[in-house]
């Protein structure tokens, strides 16, 4: 009998759950990391952890000076502020100060001793490919999907010259500023060698399929991706949603990739704390079971902000095939949020749900994150399995890999090439 076959006589659901899902190699479906090859674009160390915007919004709710002296400090003199802040003045038992430890720890590194200096010199040391790989190894992740737009300036000339891929990175096409800021976009476009005008006349979506279709290619993007307002409206005859059903949705049909949806940010509620300024509010989820309907031939991969928004989702993906649930993004990431979410998502869905991405914007993250995580998922988990045991209901090995390969990014992937 192999090893999958066998299970293991006498050892009870939990600890072969506990086994199965410590063993499993994610696919990070969503992140903002990129391959190495991007050079400094790609976040590492203690500074850029300390720094982390969830932080940085946590950092002010006990700083007392104005919001620019902050920013006009370097990047190390603003971790300083925030380690003294949320880590010597005030115990860090927020899920972001938690996770810092977390990854700290499973690095190697000793953080009873609270010395900032001594983990700093550690990091400092450190070789940046050994450490990607040391990260990935830790937090038992095989894939990383980056975040990817034509967008931004510093990664466009990375794309445009070309490099080596690591095949562990894959990419997502971004396409935010061309969805929700037609007006300056399609100067940019039209910059580029694409004939588009602010018009959207036929003669400028077939460019706009263009641009689509030449980023794609170039990216090997894996799947189109945008975040939306809660305002978010299906049908609409905005911009955004001409260019949605004019240009987005034909050419993710065409190529048979998901277009992902992450709704519900409200984008600069505070604009003084920059990137950790954005906020949340539920959306109307009668829009998008107008577009899922509309459109039985698109993939739609979805992740709400919102939690009142999750159960609705939910109910809408027993309704919809074309949709795939994933994530407990950015503010529903906290433990007990996730352990809610992914509960009501089994019960709900079953195993046709991708749970968890991670989001990670230092390399590093992706300890933390998916350690917490494995931790909750595998205690909804042991309790699923333990109620079907007392059917008589008793999961193989084979059977527990094969369910938990799924939820760790194998359901995405079948998703994304059905
Ligand atoms: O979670 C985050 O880091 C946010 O800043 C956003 O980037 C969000 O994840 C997004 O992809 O828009
Ligand atoms: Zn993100």
């Not at 927020?94 to 001594?118: K, N, W, Y």
């Not at 949603?241 to 987005?248: M, P, Q, R, S």
């Not at 505070?270 to 031939?297: C, T």
């Amino acid at each position: 009998m192999s090893n999958s076959d066998n299970n293991q006589a006498g050892e009870g659901i939990e600890s072969r759950v506990r086994r199965v899902v410590s063993g499993t190699e994610a696919y990070d479906i969503h992140t903002h990391l990129y391959d190495p090859a991007f050079g400094e674009l790609l976040l590492w160390g203690i500074d850029d952890l300390l720094t982390y915007h969830y932080l940085v919004a946590e950092a002010f709710r006990y700083f007392d000076f104005p919001y620019e002296d902050f920013w006009k400090l370097s990047k190390s003199e603003q971790a300083d502020k925030i380690w003294d802040v949320l880590f010597l003045q005030h115990s860090p038992v927020s899920e972001a100060c938690r996770g810092v430890l977390t990854t700290l720890q499973g690095l190697g590194l000793d953080v009873a001793g609270r010395d900032l200096g001594s983990i700093r010199a550690w990091m400092a040391e450190q070789d940046p490919a050994e450490y990607v790989s040391k990260c990935m190894e830790v937090a038992k992740v095989r894939k990383i999907c980056m975040t990817n737009s034509p967008f931004d300036d510093l990664e466009r000339p990375v794309w445009e010259k070309g490099f080596e891929r690591d095949p562990r990175f894959v990419a997502a096409l971004r396409i935010d500023p061309m969805l929700l800021d037609w007006e300056n976009t399609h100067q940019q476009m039209a910059g580029w060698g694409y004939n588009v005008s602010a018009t959207l006349d036929e003669s400028t979506l077939s460019e706009v399929r263009r641009f689509l279709a030449d980023w794609s290619d170039k990216m090997d993007a894996q799947f189109a991706m945008v975040s939306l307002p809660p305002t978010f409206a299906y049908p609409d005859d905005s911009p955004c949603g001409t260019l949605i059903e004019k240009a987005v949705l034909p050419h993710c049909r065409e190529n048979g990739l998901p277009f992902a949806l992450m709704p519900g940010v409200k984008r600069g509620v505070n604009p003084l704390l920059q990137m950790a300024g954005d906020g949340l509010a539920k959306f109307d989820i009668a829009n998008y079971e107008r577009l899922f309907s509309a459109h039985p031939d698109n993939k739609f991969a979805v992740t709400a902000l919102s939690r009142e928004n999750q159960h609705e989702l939910c109910v809408a993906a027993r309704k919809f095939r074309n949709l795939h649930i994933f994530g407990c993004w950015w503010f529903t990431n906290i433990p007990h949020v996730i352990d809610e979410m992914t509960r009501m998502r089994l019960e709900l869905i079953g195993l046709s749900v991708t749970p968890q991405h991670s989001d990670a914007r230092v390399m590093d993250q992706v300890i933390y994150k998916w350690s917490h995580s494995r931790e909750v998922i595998t205690r909804a988990l042991i309790d699923k399995y333990s109620d079907l045991e007392k059917t008589g209901w008793v999961v193989s090995d084979a059977e527990l890999e094969r369910d938990v390969k799924d939820l760790f990014g194998g359901a995405f992937e079948t998703f994304c090439a059905r």
